[in-house]
Every structure is written in C-alpha cells, then in structure tokens.
C-alpha cells in the first residue's frame, strides 16, 4: 500500500462530513447510496469556485456568449467525469477505498442520466464538455424530464420498455434554481392595443431552472447546464372547485406535470403531438426570456445583441426559439420587426442532424395557430420577410406551406449559419433538403464534422489506453488529441503493440466478466469482439449485421473442419416504442441467438450476444474491448454517426460503407487500415431506381437465398414458422435500404476481415494506426470549428 495523497485525505474529510450533515448518516449505517451521495457532494464542492470564477470573468470581461439548446443531452454517469476533470479520480478511489467502500460498486451505483435518445444528446454531451474544456463561455439549455429514455428489457427475444425514473434518487448534481422563473404561455388570443400587438394566453406555466456545473479539464473554467422543470402558475383553482368542476381546477397542476414529464423516445418518425410542441416551446421560451434578461443586466441596445449572443439550434426542435426572439424584441421592447429579424439572423445558428424526410419537422398551422397564435403571426411575417429579401425565391423555400411550417426552413431563413455534421452529410445537404435555400444564401451553410470528447472515451472509459498513451507519447494529448499521431512512430515497435494488445485484452476481459456476471453470458475474450451499437433503425442495418451471421453460422456448419476465426457478435441499441419493423430486427437477432448460442456445431466459434438497455454507461464499456466497428448503413443516410469515432479511437478497426463521417474516418486511418464496402450514395439512389432491384440481387447471391429461407422455414422460430414472413417480404419486394444489394459485398469485406485478423502482427499494426490517426474527431476540434465558422468567439483561457 502505497501512502494516500493528501487530495485524497481532504476528499475523505469532506466525504465524512456529507455523510454526516448532507446525508445524516453514521458510518455503521451509510448504504452504497449514502456513499455516492457523499462522494457526489464532496466533488461537487470543488467544482464551485472554478464555477463562480468563470461566471465572474464573463461578465467581467463583457463576454460573448454561447447558448447551446437541445431538447436532448445524453450525459451518463458523472462521477468519474467530475473527478477526471478535477484531477481527483485516483484520489477519490483511494479515499472511497480507505473508507472500505467498493469504488467500482459505488461508482456503478449512479444511475445514467438519460435524458436523450441516441447520437443528438450524447453529442450535446461531448459539446458541453468540450466547451467548459476550452474555455467558451457556455451555457447549455434544456428539458428536465422526469422519465429519461426508457429502460429496455427483453420478453421472449422482443423489446419491452419500462421507465425509467433516473429522479427516483436524488441527484446530487444540481443546483435548484427557485428564483429563476419564467412564466411560459400557451393558447389564448392577440389583439391589437394602440397600434401594439397583445397575446393573451389561456394557460400558462411556470419554467423553473435547474443547474448542473459542467466542469472542464484540469478545473481551468466551468460552464452551466440549465435544464428547465414545469411548475403551475396556479396551484390550485379554489373557485372552480368550489363550483364542482374538479378536474378543471387541477388543470394548471396536470398542465406542468405533464409537460416535463417524459423525453420522447422516437428518433425515427416525426410525430405530431401536441405535448412535444409545447415542450419544445416551452424549452425556446423559457431560455430566450433567460438570455435576454442575462443580456439586459449589463446592456441596453438590442442592435449589439448579435455581438454578445450566439444561439445554437441542435436540430429543428428548439427552432421556436427565433420566433420567440422576435416576438419578446417587438412585442415587448418595441422594436420594429425587420429590425427584429435582422437580430435573430445575426444570432442564431442551425445545426442538421438528418435527412430522413420522416424526421423533419412540420407542424400543421392549425396546431401552432391553436397553441402559440402570436408565433404563427411571426412565423408568416418572417416568412414575408425573407420573400421579400429574395423575391424571386421558389416555393420550396417558403416556411409556410400546404397548412404546415416546416420547420427546417424556419431554422434555415433564421440563421446566418446552418451546418451538417459531415463532409458527405453537408454536401448532401446542398443538393437535397436545402438545395433550393442553398442557391438563395450560397455562404449559409457550412461543414463541422461531428467530434467525441476525449476525457469521456479514452481517459475515463479506457484507463489503460489512457496510460500507455501517456507513456509513449506524454501528457498533452487529453487537450490536443492530434498528439496521437506520435503514437505511429511506435507502431513498428513489437513492445508496443504488444502493450496495446494487452489493454484491448484487459478490455475485452471486463466484457466478458460483465456478461457473465450481469447476463449470465459467456464469451471467449480470445474470440474477435465484432460490435455494433447504436439506435435500432432500418437505414443502420443492424438487419444486414444478423442476416451475414446467420449466413456465416451455415457456411460453419458445412465445413466444421476449417479453423473459422472465433468470433462474438455483440448487438446493443433500443428500437422507437412504435417502431414496427425495428422491434422485429431486435426479436430476431435475439431469436438467431438462441439458435446459434445452443448449436454444439459452432460452440466457441460464434457466439451472438445482445446485452439490454444499451446506454452511455454500456458503450464506456465496449468501447475499448470491441475489435470491429460495424459502420454499416445505407450509403447517404447516416448523417455522421459518433459511436464510430469512439470504436476507431480505442482501437477498433472499421467495417463500413461510404457513409457520414465514415469517409473522413477512412481518410484519416488510411483506406489500407479500413474494411469498405456497399454502394455509394450516389449509386444507392440509382440502385433503387432499378425495378425489382431487391429480388434481382437475391437471385444473385445464393447465400442469402439460404438465409431467407432458413429464416422462413422457421429454424429460429420454430414454434411459429411464420413469424418473419413479413420481414421477408418486405425484403424481397420493397428493400428500401439495400440490404441484399449490399450483401455480397458485405460477405467478402467480412472475409477480408478474418484474412486481416489471423495475422496478429498485422491486425494490431492496424488497430494501433487507427488510434494514432484518429485525433481529429476530438469534439475539442468541432467546438474550435464552430467558434470560428458559426459563433465567432474567443475562449476566455
Ligand atoms: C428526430 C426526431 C423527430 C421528432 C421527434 C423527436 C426526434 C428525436 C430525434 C430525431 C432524430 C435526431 C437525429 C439524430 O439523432 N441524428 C443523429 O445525430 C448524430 C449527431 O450529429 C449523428 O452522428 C447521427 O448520424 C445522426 O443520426
């Protein structure tokens, strides 16, 4: 035993005292949770005054500001997180330990805060990070729902939710915020006053703020994480209980309650709801009327506001927001409207996060007209606004259209920035949804490649590769990760592929112990992990992944004699509630499982597992024990994806289409150190132009044909041969994504893989260049792109 550090003294000191006077509990009593809870506090303690000293600066120093709005922030755990960035991770297991408490138990004992759905929240989360990391003056807003993503379980191979009350416990992070309140209508009627424009609303609620400090490296600055709770305006209405009308007495309550309650759990379909556009205006207000307060303390012309104020629109569903930005500076200040609009342009900036036409956001001008009728004003005057400055503008431009906003024009015409989070994504940008709008405003859209935070995904996730990291190359690289590249000067070096073949061994180890002791799975750490993780969607092709292993299952079964490179399937991902079709493709890699998982044939060969309730804290273990990253979506429909940038960092090598930022990963690695495959976007759109192009490349691939079949005969469904004849015929007759045009080319990139793999040297060589080469996709570099593109501040430190 080594001497404890003195950080760890005091954090012993001050975790004593918060079990004591926070948690009023003695040692002798205190359960796991009195612990995290003392452990949280005690973090949280040294996270203030870094906190208040950022504050202070910015106001300080008059700075400009960035207000990030998302309706979603993927966060996970942040106990190791705040304690990396503190510099108190190894003091804090060591106090945790001397107090004889089990620092992994504890440190698993916090629930994931789980207020997103896949790749848009966990960006978020990076982005906060990066921000408080580089010394932006930041703040994040947005909805803090009761009910996170729901937790998935699996009934019979299906997926089956249940909530998941992340606020059961307490959550010590955060800060209440009582005092910051706004109220936030809905409904009602405008009328004109004196030549003034009067909305009057029929209800309304209040938006209480909650903060969370959002603590950068090495404690150098810290930003806020504001999330906004409903509370009514009303308790109560005696007088309509008095006159028996009970329920209507409670709607104000049901009214708040309802609206931060739950987060949306369907990132495939845009859906209508009435519920989400008042939460999404609900988010725009509450934060607009915050920022311009914030703004008023220590300015009075609106004109400089663009100066001090830049406004982050994460994907279409904050886009409320520019409206509500004109409506406070004309309707309560009593600006003109195009000088307005003329501030909101100068302020906002839109980032894209799909082109999937079904995700887009319209909303029927009956809804918005019903619910915030003074927007619906603003929305056609802005409408009228840009008409006018471009008056030869198509009609595909117009925000108005057919009785809905659609809100993608609404959050283009509002912004002087509009991005992609690709290179291809942002190309695709230009020629699909926004092409007409992007030959109207030609310097309007711009590309910022999409990036993962470091401390996250390599210094917390993957201790080990955080420490031969350090070892080779220094410290440095958590702050500038392009550093790496002094990885590939060891590449050569056998002691150091050796080293990095043990931590992706000591990786894939804990996987296994974890499946064991968590799912009752067994998986050889020896076998090829082959991961793929994310939402379950049709465009992923999570389908392609199960229908090649079960072709991969019969071709062993043929030829049991071949030395068949072992390997895990591991699956991980939740499918949308209502998603049909993606819940059929989660039975059946369930289904395909069992079958396989029993067979004596290929024991030890091929193992498919697909552990439940894929989640931040999940993939933090995957990460660094997966060989393969499966990248295999539709070519032209991932809009970058992030979970890619993770696999490629901690040392997985790709399997992958010509994709998002797939095809800025294989740039950087190097094509020689990349398994691709499929068509491209281009030849993807003209093969399914091709009639019957599904059946056409089913006859041309006998191994698929077999698969089908094994598949319809009900050799994974035995009990009901029936059960996947509408996926096969979605299959033969439609095959939207390409899968069977796509198989073949799939099978033989897969065969390159396990060519690539029975080399050992060579694999490793590969996996190592990977990390070495991957330092561009630090979220640091996307936050610095955004500062210089899109926001044009300057970081405080
Ligand atoms: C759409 C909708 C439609 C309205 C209902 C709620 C809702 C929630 C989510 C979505 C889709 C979000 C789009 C999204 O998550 N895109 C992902 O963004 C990642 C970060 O840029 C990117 O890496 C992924 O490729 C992209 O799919």
């Known amino acids: 035993m080594t001497a404890t550090p003195p950080a760890s003294d005091r954090l012993q000191r001050d975790i004593l005292r918060h079990l004591k006077y926070t948690q009023g509990k003695d040692r002798a009593h205190a359960t796991l949770y009195d612990w995290r809870m003392a452990l949280s506090f005690a973090l949280r303690d040294q996270v203030v005054d870094p906190w208040f000293t950022a504050t202070r600066r910015t106001y300080d120093e008059d700075r400009k500001r960035v207000y990030y709005l998302s309706v979603e922030y993927l966060i996970g755990r942040l106990i190791e997180d705040v304690a990396i960035n503190l510099g108190l991770r190894e003091a804090s297991r060591a106090a945790i330990e001397a107090l004889g408490v089990d620092w992994e138990a504890l440190v698993e004992n916090e629930p994931d805060a789980a207020l997103g759905n896949g790749g848009l929240g966990r960006l978020a989360a990076c982005y906060m990070e990066s921000m408080a990391t580089l010394g932006v003056p930041a703040m994040g807003y947005g909805i803090r729902y009761e009910n996170g993503l729901f937790r998935q379980i699996f009934r019979s191979g299906q997926q089956v939710e249940t909530p998941e009350d992340w606020l059961q416990e307490f959550h010590p992070w955060e800060f209440d915020r009582p005092e910051a309140a706004y109220e936030i209508g809905f409904g009602g009627n405008v009328a004109e006053h004196g030549g003034r424009t009067v909305w009057t609303p029929a209800e309304s609620v209040y938006a209480v703020a909650h903060d969370t400090a959002i603590i950068g490296w090495q404690g150098r600055w810290a930003n806020t994480l504001r999330l906004w709770s409903a509370r009514p305006t009303t308790r109560f209405d005696l007088a309509r209980f008095n006159a028996g009308d009970f329920a209507a007495a409670q709607a104000p309550e049901m009214l708040a309650r309802t609206i931060t309650r739950v987060l949306y759990p369907d990132d495939s379909t845009w859906a209508g709801k009435d519920l989400r556009l008042k939460q999404e205006y609900f988010l725009a207000s509450a934060s607009i009327q915050d920022i311009l307060r914030r703004y008023l303390s220590t300015h009075e012309d609106f004109r400089a506001l663009p100066e001090k104020v830049a406004v982050q629109i994460n994907d279409t569903h904050p886009a409320l927001a520019a409206p509500e930005l004109v409506r406070l500076l004309v309707d309560q200040h009593g600006l003109a409207f ?49 008409a006018r400055r471009k008056p030869a503008r198509p009609p595909s431009t117009a925000i108005v259209a057919h009785d809905e906003v659609r809100m993608g024009n609404l959050a283009f015409i509002a912004s002087h920035r509009v991005n992609g989070v690709a290179r291809l994504h942002t190309e695709l940008m230009k020629k699909t949804v926004f092409a007409d709008l992007h030959a109207l405003h030609p310097e309007r859209i711009v590309n910022v490649t999409n990036g993962v935070t470091p401390r996250r995904w390599i210094a917390q996730a993957n201790p080990g590769l955080a420490g031969l990291i350090t070892e080779t190359i220094g410290e440095g690289w958590q702050t500038d990760l392009e550093r790496l590249a002094g990885l590939e000067a060891h590449v050569e070096d056998a002691a150091f592929r050796d080293a990095f073949a043990a931590v992706k061994r000591a990786g894939k180890e804990r996987v296994a112990q974890w499946l064991a002791a968590e799912h009752g799975l067994s998986v050889d750490p020896a076998a090829m992990f082959d991961v793929q993780v994310k939402r379950i969607h049709e465009y992923k092709r999570q389908l392609l992944n199960i229908l090649a292993t079960i072709g991969l299952w019969l071709r062993m079964r043929d030829d049991p004699g071949r030395d068949w490179v072992p390997r895990v399937k591991i699956f991980g991902g939740k499918a949308a509630p209502g998603y049909h079709a993606a819940k059929e493709i989660i039975r059946l890699i369930n289904d395909a499982a069992a079958v396989i998982n029993a067979d004596p044939a290929t024991k030890g060969r091929l193992k498919v597992v697909f552990p439940p309730n894929y989640n ?7 990460m660094p024990a997966a060989d393969l990253s499966e990248q295999i979506s539709t070519a032209g429909m991932e809009a970058s994806g992030t979970g890619n940038m993770k696999l490629a960092l901690n040392g997985a090598l ?36 091709l009639p019957d192009h599904a059946r056409l490349a089913i006859e041309e691939t006998p191994e698929l044909q077999r698969v089908l079949k094994a598949i319809g005969d009900g050799v994974f469904s035995p009990g009901e041969p029936h059960r996947y004849h509408g996926l096969l015929d979605r299959l033969w007759n439609h095959d939207h994504f390409l899968v069977a045009s796509d198989y073949a080319a799939y099978v033989a990139a897969q065969d390159k893989v396990e060519e690539a793999w029975q080399d050992r040297d060579r694999w490793l060589r590969m996996a190592a260049l990977n990390t070495a080469r991957m330092g561009y996709f630090s979220s640091d570099r996307s936050i610095r792109d955004y500062m210089r593109d899109v926001w044009a501040v300057e970081p405080a430190i």
């Open 616 to 622: 931040v804290s999940m993939a933090e273990k995957l």
């Open 654 to 689: 790709t399997i992958g289409t010509l994709d998002g930022a797939n095809v800025e990963i294989r740039e950087r690695v190097g094509a020689e150190n990349f398994f691709l495959f499929g068509l491209t976007a281009e030849e993807a759109e003209a093969r399914r132009r």
């Open 338 to 386: 195009d000088d307005a609009a003329e501030i909101m342009l100068g302020v906002f900036g839109y980032t894209n996060h799909t082109l999937m036409p079904e995700a887009l956001e319209r909303w029927s001008t009956w809804a918005i007209g019903n619910t915030l009728p003074r927007h619906m004003q603003i929305i056609e005057r802005l409408d009228d606004w840009h």
